[in-house]
Nanobody, 123 residues
Framework: QVQLVESGGGSVQAGGSLRLSCTAS?????MGWFRQAPGKEREGVAS???????KYGESVKGRFTISQENAKNILYLQMSSLKPEDTAMYYC????????????????????WGQGTQVTVSS
């Protein structure tokens, strides 16, 4: 069992920045961020594994940075140059596998999810 608690969401204007945090009871997994906007499919945003290898969804490449503070089991998502289309509920996840694209695969094995934190970007 892995407990995940996100924080750091909020409202920001387009072009602004936010940093999300996720406190985890363990980070010995593929750690990732997913998001889901109303009426849209869930989307993989970023992932990181032990050793520091990272992967990003195409829509956030160059704007978002995932990082991990292993000593404190904290996962971060630094979001810059935010756009209205980034508006969504953001979830922290821990998964045993990565998919073929390198993002965490939440469909295989047992994955864990946080409760989510809302990010709203206004134009």
């Amino acid at each position: 069992q892995v407990q995940l608690v996100e924080s750091g969401g909020g409202s920001v204007q387009a072009g602004g920045s936010l940093r999300l945090s996720c406190t985890a009871s363990s980070t010995r997994y593929c750690m990732g961020w997913f998001r889901q906007a109303p009426g849209k499919e869930r989307e993989g945003v970023a992932s990181i594994v032990s050793g520091g290898s990272t992967k990003y969804g195409e829509s956030v490449k160059g704007r978002f940075t995932i990082s991990q503070e292993n000593a404190k089991n904290i996962l971060y998502l630094q979001m810059s140059s935010l756009k209205p289309e980034d508006t969504a509920m953001y979830y922290c996840t821990a998964s045993p596998y990565r998919d073929s694209g390198g993002l965490c695969d939440t469909t295989k094995g047992r994955s864990y999810w946080g409760q989510g934190t809302q990010v709203t970007v206004s134009s």
